[in-house]
């Protein structure tokens, strides 16, 4: 690769701005796709880290994926998108005691006109989608504010 061209992730950065009190989907992607939460415990991990956040963001639902996460939040006044999914990544790195993300991370602001609970139904049904449940029920990783 050319040493001059920005990386993947530094191009993920382009445009990217946290506004207090928007609400984002975030995708983060473990390291190589690898499929690190498809041990019980390194899931049970992932999902109790999206509870022990400070009070600059509500988490509003989440999915975790085997190799990766889906997560929707509404952003506080007194941290940044990055700062979040930054200490987010590391607390669950130091958690299972290895580095397991890819750099960067995707990030969608939600529109006013769209559908909050919309947006939160297709990240919950991932693992219907990816077939690893039959019922949504089924599936241990996931949870949403609106039950």
């Not at 990217?16 to 009190?21: D, K």
């Not at 975030?26 to 499929?35: D, I, M, N, Y």
């Not at 400070?54 to 997560?71: A, E, F, R």
Request: proline share 4%; net charge positive.
């Amino acid at each position: 690769m050319n040493s001059t061209a920005p990386s993947h992730s530094r191009n993920l950065r382009i445009g990217r701005i946290s506004l207090p009190n928007q609400i984002y989907h975030v995708t983060v992607a473990t390291q190589s796709r690898e499929q690190v939460f498809a041990d019980f415990a390194a899931g049970s991990v992932a999902a109790r880290c999206l509870y022990n956040q400070p009070n600059h963001l509500q988490t509003l639902c989440y999915v975790v994926m085997p190799d990766h996460l889906h997560w929707l939040f509404q952003l506080g006044s007194t941290a940044t998108l990055s700062q979040v999914v930054r200490a987010y990544k590391a607390k669950v790195s130091i958690s299972l005691g290895r580095h397991i993300w890819q750099a960067g991370f995707y990030d969608h602001a939600l529109r006013v006109e769209e559908d909050v609970i919309e947006v939160a139904r297709y990240i919950v049904s991932n693992p219907l989608r990816a077939g690893l449940c039959r019922k949504l029920g089924d599936y241990p990783f996931w949870n949403a504010v609106w039950l």
